[in-house]
T-cell receptor, first 115, second 115 residues
Framework: AQKVTQAQTEISVVEKEDVTLDCVYE???????LFWYKQPPSGELVFLIR??????QNEISGRYSWNFQKSTSSFNFTITASQVVDSAVYFC????????????FGTGTSLTVIP | EAGVAQSPRYKIIEKRQSVAFWCNPI?????LYWYQQILGQGPKLLIQ????????DSQLPKDRFSAERLKGVDSTLKIQPAKLEDSAVYLC?????????????FGSGTRLTVV
């Protein structure tokens, strides 16, 4: 079964603090993809990153970084020096080649950055 | 490149009424998805099309929900009759193929309120 768990429902940080959003997944697929999406108050899902199951290299993009560890089935997302514009709901998602590539989303983590 | 277009942006209806949502995917994207996102939850797949054929509709409540993509381009999702628990954001997404390797692009969604 495919499952994504985001245990943190809500997080509040003060601007310029670093924050890590946790994501744990379950899958029987040997080939799968992990994603992070940002959903601002406007409602649109904004693509942030996609990783495939064969690439465990961490990735950094500006203030964003991702830590993918297959050993713990985790794909955590860190925002460095958070800004008010980072306030949104963040979703981790899983897509597997044996399940029609549909997305399985976590329940999301609502991040509030306080100025 | 134009994004995934959805309309209407908002809809308020009374229970037992009917409603329809429209989605125009990115040009050339063969795969189209409809997701339902209930407040506080992650999006859940309702139906997946490949061109004009249905790939997966296992989570579509077929007694009241229907969807079509007759010409393999735009799609409509209908609810008839609506229930209070159908209040949600309905998101349309598209991708180049079943693999979704090129990434999914989501529309802004239609926010449905059933009163």
């Amino acid at each position: 079964a495919q499952k994504v768990t985001q245990a943190q429902t809500e997080i509040s940080v003060v601007e310029k603090e670093d924050v890590t959003l946790d994501c744990v997944y379950e899958t029987r697929d040997t080939t799968y993809y992990l994603f992070w999406y940002k959903q601002p108050p406007s409602g649109e899902l904004v693509f942030l990153i996609r990783r495939n199951s064969f690439d465990e290299q961490n990735e950094i993009s500006g203030r964003y970084s991702w830590n993918f560890q297959k050993s713990t089935s985790s794909f955590n997302f860190t925002i460095t020096a958070s800004q008010v514009v980072d306030s949104a709901v963040y979703f981790c998602a899983l897509s597997g080649t044996n399940t029609g590539n549909q997305f399985y989303f976590g329940t999301g983590t609502s991040l509030t950055v306080i100025p | 490149e134009a994004g995934v277009a959805q309309s209407p942006r908002y809809k308020i209806i009374e229970k037992r009424q009917s409603v329809a949502f429209w989605c125009n995917p990115i040009s050339g994207h063969a795969t189209l998805y409809w997701y339902q996102q209930i407040l506080g939850q992650g999006p859940k797949l309702l139906i997946q099309f490949q061109n004009n054929g249905v790939v997966d509709d296992s989570q579509l409540p077929k007694d009241r929900f229907s969807a079509e993509r007759l010409k393999g381009v735009d799609s409509t999702l209908k609810i008839q009759p609506a229930k209070l628990e159908d209040s949600a954001v309905y998101l349309c997404a598209s991708s180049l193929g079943l693999q979704g390797l090129g990434g999914y692009t989501f529309g802004s969604g239609t926010r449905l309120t059933v009163v």
